[in-house]
């Protein structure tokens, strides 16, 4: 640390040197500045950093107290502490008003070197470790504003995060709909095809126009509730009491074209009494992201397609376990499959936000908690192995 600055203000050339004399030889670590005038000193303190000023009350022109009122006034030098030099018989006098000007203290003149030590030995104590409380509190207050711009910044990260977790499942959710929607526009195409060619070739009957027409009515109906289902996921959920079965029985019925156009049978083992009271909506989403997940495994499977899905009760929580026979995930990615933008697919399949965001739905938003394992398990005799996905939730959103 620096030295500590002190101005000494006295009109007296031998006060000046007296008071030189002294902070030379008996204080140490002080630079001293030596002024003639009350204007002198404020020139001065424009261009210098002073820590402390000895200032003389009785001089010509600007005197003690004009030379304090202007230091006092300017904002660069309204904290330095003043200390008077007073005449003895003027001491009682000038004390009350130096004080009321903002003086810290007195010394009487002639000096007592002793007392006048002691007092600045004092004061630049004070001022060392004022100085140094004021570093701390610039490294604290640097430390804070790192801290401050760290925290904007993870909350830029998370906001970016979020709007890109919103598109990846907005992307899911319409690549969901375009395989849900193949079949029965096809269906359709089929039938107004049919219904055309048939007209064309005077072999129309009613009973083949009336089968058809009910056959597009009754698909168009079906892509209508396919509309409905997926509008849900599009609006703010709201905590709600629903049954757990048939929530995701809805989800299943969602996915129905697409898993039947891999070739994947759904297996449930329901408790068709769970009733929840949390967030069904922002669970269809969870649900649909785990399904999804589990199709794309089974899709590098030649036979035996399968997903089960099962719930119950236990220890007053819903359990729901879903395990697929895609024969597992590699052990060395078990523990980062639920980091954002994790992902073993090509970057054309998916940016790794859809687990993540299903993680964060079941631990944040519904106060649950998510795990997944590898596991083998039996169906009618055959051996299997697959990924199972383990939800626990509580019956009622705290």
Same mark, same amino acid.
């Given at each position: 640390m620096k030295n500590i600055t002190i101005l000494a203000v006295d009109d007296v050339e031998a006060n000046r040197v007296s008071l030189q004399y002294l902070i030379d030889e008996y204080i140490e670590d002080i630079d001293l500045i030596l002024a003639p005038s009350g204007e002198e000193a404020l020139k001065i303190t424009y261009t210098n950093e002073i820590d402390i000023i000895v200032l003389d009350i009785q001089m010509p022109g600007m005197d003690g107290f004009d030379t304090a009122k202007y230091l006092k006034s300017n904002p660069k030098t309204k904290n330095i502490p003043i200390i008077f030099l007073t005449a003895a018989f003027k001491e009682e006098e000038f004390q009350q008003k130096g004080f009321e000007i903002g003086a810290i203290d007195y010394l009487t003149?002639?000096?007592? /070197?002793?007392?006048?030590?002691? %007092?600045? *030995?004092?004061? &630049?104590?004070?001022?060392?470790?004022?100085?140094?409380?004021?570093?701390? /509190?610039?490294?604290?207050?640097?430390?804070?504003? &790192?801290?401050?711009?760290?925290?904007? &910044?993870?909350?830029?990260?998370?906001?970016?995060?979020?709007?890109?977790?919103?598109?990846?499942?907005? @992307?899911?959710?319409?690549? /969901?709909?375009?395989?849900?929607?193949?079949q029965p526009l096809s269906i359709i195409s089929t039938c107004a095809s049919g219904l055309e060619i048939q007209k064309e070739m005077g072999v129309l009957t009613d009973d083949d126009f009336n089968a058809n027409i009910k056959n597009i009515i009754d698909t168009t109906n079906d892509l209508s509730r396919t509309i409905e289902t997926f509008r849900d996921f599009t609006y703010k959920d709201t905590v709600i009491q629903f049954n757990l079965a048939t929530i995701i029985n809805a989800c299943l019925q969602n996915e129905r074209y697409l898993f039947e156009h891999h070739h994947i049978k759904t297996i449930t083992t329901f408790d068709e009494e769970i009733e929840l009271i949390n967030l069904p909506n922002s669970l269809k989403q969870a649900l649909v992201n785990i399904l999804i997940n589990a199709k794309e495994a089974l899709e590098k499977v030649e036979e035996q397609r399968y997903i089960f899905i099962e719930t119950k009760l236990q220890n007053d929580v819903a359990v729901i376990s879903i395990k697929d026979s895609a024969g597992g995930i590699n052990t060395q990615y078990l523990n %980062?499959?639920?980091?954002?933008?994790?992902?073993?697919?090509? &970057?054309?399949?998916?940016?790794?936000? @859809?687990? *993540?965001?299903?993680? *964060?739905?079941?631990?944040?938003?519904?106060?649950?908690?998510?795990?997944?394992? *590898?596991?083998?398990?039996?169906?009618?005799?055959? /051996?299997?192995?697959?990924?199972?996905?383990?939800?626990?939730?509580?019956?009622q959103k705290n």
């Open positions: 003149k002639p000096i007592e /070197n002793h007392q006048f030590i002691n %007092k600045l *030995n004092l004061y &630049k104590e004070v001022i060392i470790k004022t100085k140094q409380l004021e570093a701390v /509190n610039d490294d604290l207050y640097g430390v804070l504003q &790192k801290e401050i711009e760290l925290k904007e &910044k993870i909350q830029k990260q998370q906001m970016e995060l979020v709007e890109q977790s919103k598109m990846a499942a907005l @992307g899911e959710m319409i690549g /969901n709909i375009a395989h849900q929607w193949r %980062k499959i639920f980091e954002p933008y994790f992902t073993t697919k090509h &970057k054309a399949h998916g940016i790794g936000l @859809g687990l *993540n965001i299903t993680y *964060n739905i079941i631990t944040e938003s519904m106060h649950g908690k998510l795990k997944v394992k *590898n596991t083998q398990f039996t169906h009618e005799g055959r /051996n299997l192995e697959g990924a199972e996905f383990i939800i626990t939730l509580p019956i």
